[in-house]
């Protein structure tokens, strides 16, 4: 009986501590996600719902040829953006190398802007980095990069901080660091001297073998003071581990991961979370974490994982939710009550440009997220704002709104005529690159505005998307005027899941066209500058067909669909074709020449679209 008891003992202990070893929300599992979706590796958007009005605009495009309409040196790799908002401003730092990744030389960039849609030229904040003469270079080591995983601090005086990293290529970690760099931005677009905050000590560097004074020696004592205040801040500092593991008792971890992100649980406590899907807890403010644990539900790779706390008081994690390193698409988010459970993975960009120019390790597509870390202000607006790289070659930036939604209900009519050119465009993802934007104008009249789409993009395009009520039956209606008669206008109906069975386009050619089935029709001329209206009837149905008018003129009547769908609830405008590649199976590590004309803009293709109605 005895042997009884003890098994009975053992057996309650097991199953009372299992479960809290386990604990969704403590130490053992920070975070969950609980839906049942993941993404299609084939299209490019991984059949995700897009997040309702995601806009996401182009900071700046590489230029290898015309360096004067880029930043002024024609370097392609781009990478490892961070984002801050103050001064009314929004502040992207990034880092850039001539062709590859950990190949000197290598130096840090900021660039800025009031609205988030247009930026201004990036300015070299930390240039390439020159030692002081004589000074050896480490063996193994070819040169001087730049690294960061944390862009910028507003201190508690409210200065603005901007931080980064320098080492030696092609291995800046550990003993092949330098230490970090930190100068103050001014609120007149300037910025204070360079000073190191903090060497790489193990290895030997300090002041008298550096480039650059100790911060210490700074005459400006707020600036001396803002700095103390960062270093003495364990939470925000943690940014720093995995550059610089640096001495014992400086960093609140042992062991942790590469490239954290924080926030506050609505309990209090706060979560890290680092590549690899790895993730800890903090139950004393910061000052100490949990040892990092794998989190079996997060899908991810060696790309960045952001996660933080809404200004609607819900949460969002964004990541790349692929195990495909070297294909790093698309961008999605997951949103959450309370920082612990999330549900209903969407899309935030699911578009992956052609890659430019080849480099070393350039990844294909949005990769390397980060937000506005907790302290570093908050942008007007109910939004979050991320920033990544696209390709590790050009730089972007998504305005979500929040709440995130991914459902419309009832009717959808879109005039424009309360939306001014200067805001962002309500309830449409945008896909906006420099050469190739998307905004509301002032157009045909003061009083009548339209939803413009420019492009002299080559390699990419101009486009919005505009959910309405999912439906087996929808009818669409637009106004559509084309600026030429050779630009590309594709207007397609989608279903939930990214499949297009509608498809009507402005070809180049002069002429509409669509779909009949698989065939595609000729359907008549059109004219520049002349205003077309357009309405799409749609049964989707297995065996579903829809009609298309064109200023009332019946052109299309029940063609079979594209594809087969059981709903559709977008509506897609772009001005380039549908593109599928790079797929999975593309090597980005296979050399090739810059693509044809990747430095040149195309004739100007204009259009202009409004009376946007949908129903059911």
Not at 94 to 116: F, K, Q, W
Not at 128 to 151: F, L
Not at 489 to 505: A, F, H, K, S, T
Not at 583 to 609: G, I, W
């Amino acid at each position: 009986m005895l042997e009884i008891a003890v098994v009975l003992v053992c057996c309650v202990v097991l199953l009372l501590s299992g479960p809290a070893r386990a604990q969704t929300g403590s130490v053992h599992e920070p975070v969950r996600y609980v839906g049942g979706v993941s993404i299609d590796l084939t299209p490019h958007d991984g059949r995700l719902r897009p997040a309702i009005g995601v806009a996401s605009y182009q900071t700046f495009r590489a230029n290898r040829t015309h360096s004067e309409l880029a930043e002024g040196y024609g370097w392609t790799y781009n990478h490892a953006s961070a984002l801050a908002y103050w001064n009314d401003t929004f502040y992207q730092e990034y880092l850039g190398n001539p062709v590859d990744e950990h190949i000197a030389p290598g130096h840090t960039l900021v660039t800025t802007s009031r609205d988030g849609r247009d930026w201004a030229q990036p300015t070299v904040v930390f240039p390439a980095y020159e030692p002081p003469p004589g000074t050896p270079m480490p063996k193994g080591c070819d040169g001087y990069m730049m690294h960061q995983r944390m862009g910028f601090y507003v201190a508690p005086d409210g200065r603005l901080l901007v931080l980064a990293f320098y080492g030696h290529a092609e291995d800046p970690f550990e003993k092949g660091g330098i230490g970090r760099v930190v100068r103050e931005a001014n609120r007149d677009g300037t910025y204070g001297p360079i000073y190191f905050i903090r060497y790489t000590t193990h290895a030997d560097w300090n002041e008298t073998n550096t480039s650059y004074s100790f911060y210490t020696e700074s005459p400006d004592a707020g600036f001396v003071a803002a700095c103390d205040a960062l270093l003495a801040d364990r939470l925000i500092t943690l940014q720093w581990w995995d550059e610089d593991h640096g001495p014992k008792g400086f960093y609140p971890v042992k062991r942790a991961g590469e490239a954290v992100s924080f926030y506050h649980r609505k309990d209090g406590n706060i979560v890290a979370l680092w590549k690899w899907a790895l993730g800890a807890l903090s139950t004393d403010g910061g000052e100490s974490f949990s040892e990092p644990v794998k989190l079996p539900t997060l899908t991810m790779d060696g790309a960045k994982v952001w996660g933080q706390r809404t200004v609607d008081g819900r949460y969002a994690l964004v990541y790349n939710p692929t195990v495909h390193s070297e294909h790093r698409y698309p961008l999605a988010m997951v949103t959450g009550g309370d920082g612990i459970i999330f549900d209903d993975m969407l899309l935030v960009n699911g578009e992956v440009p052609p890659r430019r120019f080849f480099g070393r390790w350039k990844d294909y597509g949005p990769q390397y997220v980060r937000g506005i870390v907790e302290g570093n202000g908050t942008p007007p607006g109910d939004a979050m704002w991320i920033t990544y790289s696209m390709n590790k070659e050009d730089m972007w930036v998504s305005r979500i709104p929040v709440p995130v939604r991914y459902e419309v209900e009832g009717a959808v009519a879109d005039d424009f005529n309360d939306v001014a050119p200067s805001d962002h465009v309500p309830e449409w993802n945008i896909h906006s690159p420099r050469w190739a934007p998307v905004r509301v104008v002032e157009f045909p009249t003061a009083e009548d505005h339209s939803l413009e789409l420019r492009d002299e993009e080559p390699h990419d395009y101009a486009r919005a998307v505009r959910v309405f009520q999912e439906g087996t039956h929808a009818a669409i209606h637009c106004r559509v005027r084309a600026g030429q008669v050779d630009g590309l206008l594709n207007i397609e109906v989608m279903d939930r899941y990214g499949n297009r069975p509608v498809r009507v386009w402005f070809d180049k050619d002069g002429r509409i066209k669509a779909n009949d089935g698989a065939e595609m029709r000729d359907l008549q001329a059109y004219e520049a500058e002349r205003w077309y209206d357009i309405e799409i009837v749609v049964e989707a149905t297995p065996f579903g067909h829809y009609s298309l008018s064109v200023d009332g003129r019946a052109v299309v009547a029940d063609a079979p669909l594209a594809e087969a769908v059981l709903s559709v609830e977008r509506l897609s405008l772009r001005t380039g074709p549908h593109r599928d590649h790079p797929t999975r199976k593309t090597k980005n590590e296979r050399p090739h020449d810059p693509l044809p004309n990747a430095d040149e803009r195309t004739p100007l293709a204009v259009f202009h679209v409004n009376a946007v109605r949908a129903w059911l």
